[in-house]
């Protein structure tokens, strides 16, 4: 038996008891002052006994909802709930198909708001759904605070270096009341929103706008977090504004300040300094955030943010605009500007193990730089949403990022023999680069449900346009040690005086078909087709120094490259989707092809027409419980294409004793990727428990081949290496594994009025390589393990104390002798103290310990910062703070990266021990929010599947609204 017929067969095992008829409950909610609906209200149906377990659905754009799977002649009882409304409940006895309980009126609570905060326990969370949802109330933060301090507190969740993760994943999107703030940046929005207006925060797998309309997931979804702002501040200004200046010139000033008017939300942001203070992500669109040399294995594509304080000391300038708006009763816009520019000035010291087989030729390599770099970033992004009717919506997303990069580097590296510590190369040069460029990218997405319930139709079409241009300039004088028996007096030296241009574009227009048909009222089924056309060029000039007329003329043709890509992926597949009670289930199938097509076009005339033929099974199953217990597995295979730059096969000199290359010969990644999780949450559990597990397994891995040149020797590509000089090219390999595990644990210590997070983890990491033609698989085990304890006390008081430690070991297949153990650890303490009459002390202090690294890096300092303030005017507004940085002077930075090839230590530049004072005004103007604007935050789902369960796949069945995959 084929695979194809298995796949048929399978699937009518799957619907074959799903043809069963089933009595329907329908109804619709609405305001009970404005009459408009209510979109997005859950709504809770289960039978009307004392232990019967409820299913939810949500209601649709006109506030209509339809639960279906129910049986006849028996009794319901039906809930509606929903934030700032009183519940609704009703019991039924179901005698016909369809039973309608026409229009259900909820009533406004925002009155009570005040009464609420104080009276009785706060649930601190809930599982509903798919969504885990933490109620702000439940944990206590000073008025200062940002969104950022708030969400430390919640269990599961965690910042460290500015990238957030919550239930052991990185959190790639965060929203609020359901729409954009400042486009897919989630630092802008948690750095710049304060905590006092949070009511909820929700945590989900929010899937891509297509999948979210047919509960089919596409393997798009992003872990979101959505900010539910609180009902009586959704109608006012509010922000802080400050200024500072200290010691060593050290100066900080900035802001942010919102207006909200119901549907319509200003924000405004900026923020200048030289202290490393950074309130937005990074955006790289020209791969140049990793330095001079480049490493080519493994993948990475432009446009990525990096969050986290850069190396070094870095000065700041950034400016952002944020709005959003609900025009009529069909129009949703949002859409935001956002310029940052940055100086950075960096000293670094770096310290690579290298392994070959035997180990007589280990190396050692040893390099310090500085390096001044600035960087400009323009971000334009839009979100169009037209309802043009109950059954068919327009969304149209557009986004346009500009970068223009300047840096300047000065390097010294030396490479020793680790047996003895000869001397083998060394290399002196300086560096100048200037890189600018641009990304376009547009989806339009059109959905159409028609009068069949669950029969639906959408086309994305996706358009996506980069440009790049640059120029480097390299001096280098680079000496060779030749003769080992004499020590260093037999040298000989090159030096290299170069300027080269570099240019790459690349268009690609890709169209996705999706059609789902209702086969009964628990299943459906989905047919895909897609096709993506990707054409890149990139091309490199490179000239020597002519020195006959002072002029870079000499065309060096072993570092010049013309190079044209072409990627056409036809997809088409075919899915069933399942869903009664408590469990779901969604199973599909795709058949891909992909052509590549590339074409050398200079120095010499070579080309590649490569065909590839994919099977792409996925499979996800999901069970919750009325309890809060939820249970998902999910399967998914893909492929992942290499880049232009991994194709190209010029040489880059960044490092003249570490060249690299690209590689035309380059096929597709093809992965396995299993992740399984189990949680525990609910208004009656006293604790959250989320246990998790994410293996992937990559065939045809990207991953590097170095050669290690053991004498002067010319490669078969032509390209000539004096000794101890290295050569890296991405290679395919198959055995790269990468499996993740998380335990986390979270309980409110109610009679210490303390909340804690523990955590515990499990990694590994197979990563395969190539040293010398020899292949090596470097193998990394790591435990971690983290503590969080923070105060619920008061408003006045608020302390975090944490640990976290990583234990690492390393094995290494071509040097056994060379396997590594290292320990870091590191213990944070952190106060904000308001007493007296606005007085206000805060202290945060950091340990951090390293254990096992090379020579010279393990160490163990402590960063200590603290500060006294005072406020004043009216409500506290205005509040002058001393603060002192670094009070112990030992500030420092260590990081290891361990590779299939080498072992790095790499130290970095800090910001050193100054004091600053500063003034900080903040505005808080609220109003009450008219009873018309009252659903002004609310989600707009477009009725899709008209009574199938739609935020299915990863995002979890969340009946007819869809789950909380927010339509943004």
Known sequence: MNRFTFFVLLLAGFAAPAFAQNAQITGSVVDSVSREAVVGAYVAVSRNTPD??????????????????????????VKVSYLSYKDFSRTVTVTKDIENLGTITLTEAVANLKEVKVVGQVTAMEQKGDTTQFNAAAFKTNPDATTEDLIQKMPGITVTNGTVTAHGETVNRVLVDGKPFFGDDAALTLKNLPAEVVDKIEVFDKLSDQAQFTGFDDGNAQKTINIVTKADKRMGQFGKIFAGYGLDDRYQAGGNV?????????????????????????????????????????????????????????????????????????????GSYFFNRTSNSNVQGLSQQYFLQGGAGDQLYKENSRTNTTNSNHRLNFRIEYNIDPKNSLIITPRLSFQDNHSGSVKAGLTTLASDGSNVNSSDNSQGNSNKGYNFSNDILFRHAFEKKGRTVSFNLNTQINDKNGRRDLYSRNTYFDNLALGDTMMRGDTIDQRSFTHSDGITLGGNFVYTEPISTTGQLQFNYGLTVQNSNSSKDTYNMSYDDGTYSDLDSLLTNNFDNRYITNRAGLGYRYRKNSWSANLGLDFQNTGLYSQQLAPINNKVDQSFTNILPNFMVNYRSKEGAQFRAFFRSSTNQPSISQLQNVVDNSNPLSLTAGNPDLKQEYRNMINVRYSLAGAKRPYSLNAMIFVTQTNNAIVNSTYIAQQPETLPNGLFLERGAKFTAPINVDGSWNARSLFAYGKPIAPLKLNLNLSTGFNYVRSPGMINNVPNYSNTYAISQGLVVSSNISDKLDFTVSYSGNYNVVRNSIQPN??????????????????????????????????????????????????VGKKFLKNNAGELKLTVFDILKQNNSITRNVTETYVQDVTNRVLTQYAMLTFTYTLRNFGKMPSNNGDGYRRRDFDGGAGFPRGGGMGGDRGQGGGRGFNN
């Open 818 to 867: 060379l396997n590594n153990n290292y320990y870091t650890q590191g213990i944070t303490g952190r106060v904000n103290w308001i007493f007296g009459k606005g007085f206000v002390f805060q202290s945060d202090i950091n340990n951090q310990s390293y254990r096992g690294l090379g020579a010279g890096f393990n160490q163990n300092f402590t960063l200590w910062n603290a500060s």
């Open 258 to 334: 919102s207006f909200f008017k119901g549907n319509q939300r200003i924000s405004v942001i900026g923020l200048s300094n030289n202290i490393n203070n950074q309130n937005f992500s990074s955006q790289d669109l020209l791969g140049v955030s990793g330095g001079g040399g480049g490493n080519r294995g493994g993948g990475g594509s432009a446009g990525n943010f990096l969050v986290g304080n850069q190396s070094g000391i870095t000065g700041t300038n950034s400016f952002g605009l944020n709005y959003s708006n609900k025009i009529g009763k069909k129009l949703d816009v949002s």
């Open 52 to 77: 019967s377990k409820p299913e939810y659905v949500t209601t649709d754009v006109n506030g209509k909802f339809t639960f279906t799977g129910l049986s006849k002649q028996v009794s319901y009882l």
